[in-house]
């Protein structure tokens, strides 16, 4: 069964940090890009992040550019985002979805395959 599987998420304050995994499993992800994208409550979901097949390219959302790294191991086909700085409107719940092509695009109707997600709350 291919899935992904997210993790890491959880409560934090205004001002932390949290990491959250994407980890893939039933198939090689390694030649795919992979993306990060959130959904707040009573929201539509949102693009957070993308990157390559490789790792060499991404791409952010303009509201979480600076704060958000997204980043991959190919070798354990996880992919990471590291959220800094996190903000009240960061609270969603965050999905990781792999990609159709090598590079990743900022729409979800370029990705295949979702995650069931993982809570992301920023509350004081």
């Known amino acids: 069964q291919v899935q992904l599987v997210e993790s890491g998420g959880g409560t934090v304050q205004p001002g932390e940090s949290l990491r959250l995994s994407c980890v893939g499993s039933?198939?090689?992800?390694?030649?795919?890009?992979m993306g990060w994208f959130r959904q707040a409550q009573g929201k539509e979901r949102e693009f957070v992040a993308t990157?390559?097949?490789?790792?060499?390219?991404?791409d952010y959302a303009d509201n979480v550019k600076g704060r958000f790294t997204v980043s991959r191991d190919n070798g354990k086909n996880t992919m990471y985002l590291e959220m800094n700085a996190l903000k009240p409107e960061d609270t969603a719940v965050y999905y990781c979805?792999?990609?159709?092509?090598?590079?990743?695009?900022?729409?979800?109707?370029?990705?295949?395959?979702w995650g069931q997600g993982t809570q992301v709350t920023v509350s004081t």
């Open positions: 039933g198939r090689t992800f390694n030649n795919l890009s």
């Open positions: 979805a792999l990609g159709q092509l090598g590079l990743g695009y900022p729409d979800g109707k370029y990705y295949q395959l």
């Open positions: 990157i390559s097949w490789d790792g060499g390219t991404t």
